[in-house]
């Protein structure tokens, strides 16, 4: 029996086919394995993949990108305003997020979901133009720091796209599962570095692997670097060659750097595999047309800072995961940037005793995980039980506990760190003292953020007591839910308050 694995990334979405024993990527109607994750709105077409990308020098404003960013988001969240930066415009409208679309004198307004299900669609056609029958079970990655509401949106689009969602996994642990790490042996821990570089955001995450359980121990995920970095400072570079030539400045013109971008990014594709590559823009501007050659040892050049930053997250990582480089026995490389060779040279500096599994294409080997996952779950012949994986559930976030100490400066106390199994319960005493009440808040803190809160308890009309303990329970289910109880133990008075999701 066919299934389907999805890797819906936020610049581009690639999805493989697990049928007759082997899960394979398949290419799309352009013959691309890889099919960008843009739609563009054109009069009543919606048109899907590398069109709509070819088409945004044209049609910037009614082409979306990126949506992956949003889903799941309010208008007001903080990745939201990034979006925001794009050409499409992002509207608020009673509270809810839209995509504003103009066609000619007529204004519509399109949901994120909306979005992400026209890529699922191709997703499902691609998918089941080379099975050549209809296949709908999938499982779908999602990136570890995705909150509840994101999940569950992103669930829902793959759904109305028609899709039968069988599970979703973690991105790191898909990209595990690709190169069958914990399948070759039932016993015994070791730990693995997943070193994700997509095309808009770096991950890397540490997993302990034990009898085929993946367990998240740290993860760090940067926003502000990724492919579209090394392809923006080679546009940059290309537009400087061409006001040196020519004597036209043409950086602050969208449409010429549009075509800029365009062609650096075919340039940096090429240069993973070639020495050197050529640049050729039609019509740059005024009627010039620009041709310029570009060496890989100059892309490294113009990239080397990037680079750095590309890789400096890793020991940010094991700093605060309390491990060594050292500790880690494989290095398993994702992502479509993830092909630069000098980004490959790099790692294995910083790892030369450890294996680096990068023999799989970087920016299929999540699909690939998640389509033998979906193999897995539909019924896989002669698979035994104990050759299953198991990803588990864990926190996205720290869920910590405010508190006031005695020169009355706020504490706050980590009860679930990020990357606790779920659902898990944790209990801690509070001394009351003199106090004829209490306020317990709980807050959350995602990945490079301050903390927020997410809820609070009053305790009044209290008994002050030399030892008086109160008693806090926190709860998280396996869906981000929380349950906070606080009990007065002296009086056996309690208060209970529940959050929908940690998110």
């Given at each position: 029996m066919a299934a389907i694995g999805v890797h819906f990334g936020y610049t581009c979405a690639c999805v493989a086919v697990f049928k007759d024993g082997r899960a394979d990527v398949v290419a799309n109607d352009a013959g691309d394995r890889v099919t960008p994750a843009v739609v563009a709105y054109r009069d009543t077409e919606q048109i899907v993949g590398i069109a709509a990308k070819q088409g945004r020098v044209r049609n910037a404003a009614n082409t979306v990108v990126k949506v992956k960013q949003v889903l799941g988001r309010s208008f007001d969240d903080p990745e939201t305003q990034t979006h925001r930066s794009e050409k499409c415009q992002v509207v608020?409208?009673?509270?809810?997020?839209?995509?504003?679309?103009?066609?000619?004198?007529?204004?519509?307004?399109?949901?994120?979901?909306?979005?992400?299900?026209?890529?699922?669609?191709?997703?499902?056609?691609?998918?089941?133009?080379?099975?050549?029958?209809?296949?709908?079970?999938?499982?779908?990655?999602?990136?570890?720091e995705f909150a509840h509401a994101q999940k569950s949106a992103l669930r829902e689009a793959?759904?109305?796209?028609?899709?039968?969602?069988?599970?979703?996994?973690?991105?790191?642990?898909?990209a595990l599962l690709a190169y069958g790490v914990g399948q070759d042996s039932s016993s015994g821990k070791s730990h693995v570095l997943a070193w994700k570089l997509g095309g808009s955001s770096l991950s890397v995450t540490v997993l302990q692997v034990n009898g085929g359980m993946f367990r998240v121990l740290h993860t760090v995920?940067?926003?502000?670097?990724?492919?579209?970095?090394?392809?923006?400072?080679?546009?940059?570079?290309?537009?400087?060659?061409?006001?040196?030539?020519?004597?036209?400045?043409?950086?602050?013109?969208?449409?010429?750097?549009?075509?800029?971008?365009?062609?650096?990014?075919?340039?940096?594709?090429?240069?993973?595999?070639?020495?050197?590559?050529?640049?050729?823009?039609?019509?740059?501007?005024?009627?010039?047309?620009?041709?310029?050659?570009?060496?890989?040892?100059?892309?490294?050049?113009?990239?080397?800072?990037?680079?750095?930053?590309?890789?400096?997250?890793?020991?940010?990582?094991?700093?605060?995961?309390?491990?060594?480089?050292?500790?880690?026995?494989?290095?398993?490389?994702?992502?479509?940037?993830?092909?630069?060779?000098?980004?490959?040279q790099m790692i294995?500096?910083?790892?030369?005793?450890?294996?680096?599994?990068?023999?799989?294409?970087?920016?299929?080997?999540?699909?690939?995980?998640?389509?033998?996952?979906?193999?897995?779950?539909?019924?896989k012949e002669g698979l035994r039980p104990e050759e299953e994986s198991v990803s588990v559930d864990v926190s996205a976030t720290d869920i910590l506990l405010k508190e006031v100490d005695d020169t009355g400066a706020e504490v706050f106390t980590v009860l679930l760190p990020s990357g606790t199994p779920l659902p898990a319960r944790r209990h801690h005493i509070l001394k009351g003292g003199a106090l004829s009440s209490l306020r317990l808040q709980i807050y959350q803190r995602l990945i490079s953020r301050q903390p927020e809160k997410?809820?609070?308890?009053?305790?009044?009309?209290?008994?002050?007591?030399?030892?008086?303990?109160?008693?806090?329970?926190?709860?998280?289910?396996?869906?981000?839910?929380?349950?906070?109880?606080?009990?007065?133990?002296?009086?056996g008075r309690s208060e209970v308050v529940s959050v929908a999701a940690a998110s």
């Open positions: 608020n409208r009673d509270q809810k997020l839209f995509y504003e679309i103009s066609s000619g004198d007529q204004t519509t307004f399109i949901p994120p979901h909306d979005v992400a299900k026209l890529i699922f669609n191709k997703m499902k056609e691609t998918a089941q133009s080379a099975v050549g029958s209809d296949v709908t079970e999938a499982v779908i990655t999602v990136p570890f793959a759904e109305a796209a028609g899709f039968h969602v069988l599970r979703l996994i973690h991105e790191p642990a898909a995920t940067d926003h502000s670097i990724g492919g579209e970095s090394f392809t923006q400072a080679l546009a940059q570079h290309l537009a400087a060659e061409f006001k040196r030539s020519f004597r036209h400045d043409v950086s602050s013109n969208p449409r010429a750097m549009l075509k800029l971008m365009s062609g650096a990014d075919m340039i940096k594709h090429s240069l993973s595999s070639l020495e050197s590559a050529n640049c050729f823009v039609d019509s740059l501007h005024d009627g010039i047309d620009f041709d310029c050659s570009i060496s890989r040892a100059r892309f490294e050049l113009l990239c080397s800072s990037l680079f750095s930053k590309s890789i400096q997250p890793i020991r940010v990582l094991l700093e605060e995961a309390g491990l060594s480089t050292s500790d880690i026995n494989k290095v398993v490389l994702c992502g479509g940037s993830a092909r630069i060779p000098r980004l490959q294995r500096d910083m790892f030369p005793e450890v294996e680096l599994l990068s023999s799989a294409p970087p920016d299929e080997v999540i699909a690939v995980g998640a389509a033998l996952e979906a193999g897995l779950l539909v019924g997410l809820a609070q308890i009053v305790l009044r009309d209290l008994e002050p007591s030399e030892n008086h303990n109160i008693d806090a329970v926190v709860t998280m289910k396996r869906d981000g839910s929380l349950q906070v109880s606080c009990v007065d133990q002296s009086s």
